[in-house]
């Protein structure tokens, strides 16, 4: 795994799990650097005003949220911003366990994968490095 960290974004409407990620990035050696928007709206806001060189290399939105649930997010993230950032990764996460959340998650255009909550101290290694490029410092701009 690289040695330098990883900017995360989370978003999420839930006080309880974003105190929860804080906690469990402080206990763990995890090697990202988090941030934290708690409405999809705001986060596409952010986005677009972000460098380049600022922008995340993986963002984590949660599917249920109050005016704009994470699929809308993740059709307007890519309208938006998937070509010019391809090498950010776009994950749909969720305490959903249906089977057509996950497959839609799976098969939707521009999102890397879907998962499960709760967020782990395994599931960046499980789940989102595997799909990261191997060297960060190589990365197109």
């Not at 941030?35 to 705001?42: G, L, V």
């Not at 595997?130 to 060297?135: F, R, V």
């Amino acid at each position: 795994m690289p040695s330098s960290n990883w900017n995360i974004l989370f978003v999420d409407d839930s006080k309880t799990e974003i105190n929860y990620l804080k906690l469990l990035f402080q206990l763990t050696d995890i090697p990202l650097n988090p941030a934290f928007i708690n409405s999809a709206h705001t986060a596409i806001e952010r986005l677009a005003e972000l460098e380049d060189n600022e922008f995340p290399d993986i963002i984590v939105v949660d599917i249920n949220m109050p005016l704009m649930d994470g699929f809308e997010f993740a059709s307007i993230y890519t309208e938006r911003f998937g070509a010019k950032h391809p090498a950010t990764r776009l994950f749909i996460y969720s305490t959903s366990i249906h089977s057509k959340d996950i497959n839609r998650a799976e098969t939707m255009d521009g999102v890397t994968g879907f998962i499960a909550k709760p967020f782990e101290d395994t599931t960046f290694k499980d789940y989102i490095y595997p799909h990261l490029p191997k060297n960060k410092e190589v990365q197109p701009n």
